[in-house]
């Protein structure tokens, strides 16, 4: 079992910066792949950035390529999603996911057609233009 807590959202205006953080109750040291995805009212749930166990595959959407950049610190059992020139259409609650595993296809992982095993219960990104 892996407990995920969701940080570091809140209001941002629009060109700005923002750093969310998913803190793991457990290793997540090279076996789990990690997840953000992002939520508004009325849509389906969307990934946004997947990294692999050992953080060398990641997979963006299209929505943030360029902008958004995830990373994980196995040190500290944290994932981390780094949100640059943030706009208004990133406004959502979003969460962190993981998926035990060394092989995890993040695409896949991304693309939200695939169960998840852990989620944590999300964090609200509020922007401002």
């Known amino acids: 079992q892996v407990q995920l807590v969701e940080s570091g959202g809140g209001l941002v205006q629009a060109g700005g910066s923002l750093r969310l953080s998913c803190a793991a109750s457990?290793?997540?040291?090279?076996?789990?792949?990690m997840g953000w995805y992002r939520q508004v009212p009325g849509k389906e749930r969307e990934g946004v950035a997947c990294?692999?166990?050992?953080?060398?595959?990641?997979y963006y959407a299209d929505s943030v390529k360029g902008r958004f950049a995830i990373s994980r610190d196995d040190a500290k059992n944290v994932a981390y999603l780094e949100m640059n020139n943030v706009e208004p259409e990133d406004a959502a609650l979003y969460y962190c996911?993981?998926?035990?595993?060394?092989?995890?296809?993040?695409?896949?992982?991304?693309?939200?057609?695939?169960?998840?095993?852990?989620w944590g219960r999300g964090t609200q990104v509020t922007v401002s233009s």
């Open positions: 996911a993981a998926e035990p595993g060394r092989e995890i296809n993040v695409r896949l992982m991304c693309s939200g057609t695939a169960p998840l095993d852990y």
């Open positions: 457990r290793s997540i040291s090279s076996f789990y792949a």
């Open positions: 990294i692999n166990a050992e953080g060398r595959n990641t």
